[in-house]
């Protein structure tokens, strides 16, 4: 199977709606070589990623745009549009083995042959006024929402969301500590280093397969961003509690949670997703964990809860992701501004039935991977005005920015994804 076909028929799937994640996945099937699903990958994640400064692009070369049925010809301008400007391709063979795809249609081979080749002429200029409209090459809608909530921090945070992000991993300290790890790291020449919000978060220079790091099939480390690693720390969980996990999927603060303290009483962690749970207990099972899994509704806790309360509750909640673009840069595509309004009524309904479920005196931490306002800060603000049994502990910390609610990281701050958390107590 020709690569670029496969990286085509994945970015039209992306177009339709599917997730770029899922996407590639169903596309492996065909592509059993290493090296070329590396190459996929990287040229899928990257066009996806400059999508809208690609498409513009392409139609400024274009005499007419292409019909919605030939999708899969627009992808194959994009992607070779991707290639001429981003990737270690030579330009003739970008050119060539685009157009090469397009085997029994002329009339598309001679299309993308003259799009890709009026490029390389105008490159310069057609960059320039990229530059000059679609710099960020973000939806307009999310331009705007960004700036209204960061003003002059807009334009870092959407910069930071084209950018690569940091391959970070948390040690699983029951088998070994961080300066450990790092010393198995260097026998392997695995450039890495600390990060300093966590004792157990480690960067590396240059991300690696997770075959290639020491000791990962046994469980002793795993693959997570460090703002995501604070949750265990904020939630602080004690031994002896009854601890609840809200929206798990996939399982990594789940997993911290049980290394952090194993001498719980016990940890349910449920998910409306079942392919999703099935993640969560992959991944303690690598790593010698165990949890109570449940596929369950969160509003619904009157089907799945026992009725013993919580000590502590961990609510990762559904949000826009916006904090965790550069990651999943389909989000781009795929997120429409009328999302966020739903997602806020989901966030209210999922936090107040959860509310229900804690224990007075116990605490529970909302989290969410977003950046807006309106999921992070106003919601809490807005779930305080509305139940008097609760009140905010105050996050004192050297990372993210203090709000009147809570704490917000926003993205590529110290190495780490756009978070939120906010930490409340039942009186």
Same mark, same amino acid.
């Given at each position: *199977? ?14 339709? @709606? ?16 290493v ?10 994640? @990257?066009?996806?990623?400059q999508?809208? $400064?690609?498409?513009f ?6 005499n ?15 992607l ?21 795809? *397009? ?26 006024? &990229? ?10 809608w *999310? ?5 209204? +909530?960061? @003003?002059?921090? &807009?334009?870092q945070?959407l910069? &930071? #969301?084209?950018?690569?992000?940091? *391959?970070?991993? $948390? ?5 070994c500590?961080?300066d ?9 020449? =695995?450039?890495a ?15 690696v ?17 460090? &703002? ?6 904020? /939630? ?5 509690? $009854? ?23 016990? /940890?349910?962690?449920?998910? =409306? ?31 799945w809860? +026992? @009725? ?15 904090g965790? =673009?550069?990651?999943?840069? +389909? ?7 009328? +999302? ?21 005196g116990?605490?529970l931490?909302?989290a ?7 999921? #992070?800060?106003?919601? =809490? ?47």
């Open positions: *199977m020709n690569s670029r076909l496969v990286a085509a028929n994945v970015l039209v799937k992306v177009l339709s @709606g599917k997730s770029l994640t899922t996407a590639l996945e169903n596309a492996w099937e065909q592509v059993p070589d090296q070329e699903r590396a190459f996929i990958q990287a040229l899928c994640y @990257g066009t996806v990623r999508y809208y $400064r690609l498409e692009i392409l139609n400024q070369l274009l007419k745009p292409i019909k919605d049925k030939d999708v899969q010809i627009k992808a194959l301008a994009l070779g549009l991707y290639q001429l400007n981003y990737m270690r391709v030579k330009d003739h063979a970008a050119v060539s083995e685009t157009v090469a795809v *397009m085997k029994k249609k002329q009339w598309a081979k001679s299309l993308l042959n003259a799009v890709l080749r009026r490029y390389l002429r105008e490159q310069e200029q057609l960059e320039a006024l &990229a530059d000059k409209h679609v710099a960020y090459a973000h939806p307009d *999310m331009i705007k929402a960004v700036k209204a +909530d960061w @003003g002059s921090e &807009a334009k945070i910069l &930071a #969301n084209n950018q690569l992000p940091p *391959m970070t991993l $948390r040690v699983n300290t029951r088998f500590q961080r450990v790890y790092l010393n198995l790291l260097a026998e392997q020449q =695995i450039a280093g600390e990060l300093t919000n966590s004792d157990q978060a480690i960067i590396l220079s240059e991300p397969a997770v075959e290639k790091l020491p000791k990962f099939a046994e469980g002793w480390v795993s693959v997570q961003d460090a &703002a995501a690693q604070l949750a265990a720390q904020l /939630l602080d969980v004690q031994a002896g509690e $009854r601890v609840l996990d809200v929206c798990a999927a996939p399982g990594g603060k789940t997993a911290h949670i049980l290394e952090s303290q194993p001498e719980l009483k016990s /940890l349910l962690a449920i998910d =409306i997703d079942t392919q999703r749970l099935s993640r969560v207990q992959e991944n303690l099972t690598r790593l010698h964990l165990h949890a109570d899994l449940l596929v369950a509704d969160a509003i619904q806790a009157k089907d809860w +026992d @009725g013993v309360l919580f000590e502590r509750i961990l609510l990762d909640a559904p949000c826009s992701a916006l965790v =673009i550069r990651r999943h840069p +389909d989000i781009k595509l795929l997120r429409r501004a009328d +999302d966020i309004t739903r997602l806020q009524t989901l966030q209210q309904e999922i936090l107040q039935t959860a509310w229900g479920l804690l224990a007075p116990g605490t931490l909302y969410t991977c977003s950046i807006l306002q309106q999921e #992070n800060e106003l919601q =809490i603000e807005h779930f305080l005005q509305q139940n008097n049994d609760a009140q905010e502990i105050p996050i004192q910390a050297d990372w993210g920015i203090k709000r009147p609610f809570g704490r917000q990281i926003l993205t590529g701050s110290q190495s780490m994804d756009g978070f939120y958390y906010a930490r409340l107590q039942k009186k």
